[in-house]
């Protein structure tokens, strides 16, 4: 659905790269996200490209913000469709 070596250049970029399975990871989301939002109104950013950019970018660029310790907890308090636990969980399975 998504094209997924964009979004490794995107994030490798914020010094954040992506392997072969958190690639896979993101496409299976986005797939489902966009599955879901036809179902109820999760979100209006539905076009793949947008979704690689507008949420999973956005998301990440936490970690090129901030570097959470090993193992650290992270509270994600009402935003809606996952975003961005559900990216930084992705990048970061410690978390």
Known sequence: MI????LGKYCLDLGVP???RQKELFDLYAGT???WNEKMNLT????P???????FVDSISLLWAVTPSQGAS???V???A???SVPVKIVREDM
Not at 44 to 47: G, L, M, V
Not at 49 to 55: D, N, P, Q, S, W
């Open 18 to 20: 992506l392997n072969e």
């Open 74 to 76: 992270l509270i994600d």
């Open 78 to 80: 009402g935003t809606g």
């Open 49 to 55: 490209e947008e979704i690689v950019i507008k949420h």
């Open 82 to 84: 996952g975003f961005p």
């Open 44 to 47: 209006a950013i539905i076009k």
């Open 3 to 6: 094209d997924q070596e964009q």
């Open 33 to 35: 996200l966009v599955e």
